[in-house]
């Protein structure tokens, strides 16, 4: 398992990183959509210190690709019961 890039989400204490300060936030979205991360070396491992505290390891490239979302629409429309129903349970 040491030697695997899984992440182990399971520490992950935030759902949402809108709390995160923006220079952490600017960092954190670059390393999720995987973008290349073009830090100083000091100020990569200062940024991946801080958010190691949220559950992100940004020493660890991140291979999920988020998927297109897609919309179902279904409308619904008031019923009445079929007359066969209705003759013999009314």
Do not use: C
């Amino acid at each position: 398992m040491n030697r695997t890039q899984l992440q182990r989400l399971e520490n992950v204490k935030y759902e949402s990183f809108s709390d995160l300060p923006p220079r952490l936030r600017a960092t954190y979205v670059s390393w999720k959509y995987g973008y290349p991360i073009e830090l100083p070396v000091s100020t990569f491992y200062r940024h991946r210190k801080a958010l190691l505290a949220y559950g992100v390891d940004i020493s660890i490239p991140n291979n999920v690709q988020t998927l297109p979302i897609k919309i179902k629409t279904i409308e619904l429309a008031a019923l009445t019961a079929p007359d066969w129903y209705i003759k013999k349970y009314a």
